[in-house]
């Protein structure tokens, strides 16, 4: 059992050795996967942490209530930029190969960000991010999907 966080855990994260989770807590907690250290704790988010994922590069990115998203290097914990916009909670984060990151929210919006500078790239709106249906995923060729409504569906963009 790992201990640390002193509210809910949300979102959980793994990669090399490391497990990452993120909390109502507003913090990101690192871990040893060999023998449960804790290794780190990454703060910054105002609000609880919602989404937590690593990029192929090692950054770890953490979506949050407070509207942000978080961009960590895996390394040494430190921040590296927030990407600022959304105007709802950030309650789903993938990143592709190429390391463009989407981020789906509580403001019926997915979004893409440029790896390298942050910036966004496109909003596509009218994407309904309820708890049930807020999750994304990066498939083969970089191909993202995620759940579009209560019929079932699963869209590939």
Known sequence: TLIGHTDDVTALAITQG??????YDMTVRVWSVADGAHLATLEGHTGGVFS???????????????????VWSGDDGILLRTLEGHTGAVVALAVCSRGTIYSRTADKTMRVWCGTTGACSYVLPGIDARFGR???????????YFPVG?????AVW
């Open 150 to 154: 209560g019929d079932g569906a699963i």
């Open 18 to 23: 490391r497990l990452y989770s993120g909390s």
């Open 134 to 144: 807020a999750t994304l995923a990066i498939g083969r060729e970089n191909k993202l």
């Open 52 to 70: 937590v994922v690593v990029g192929p590069d090692g950054t770890v990115h953490s979506g949050s209530d407070d509207k942000t998203i978080r």
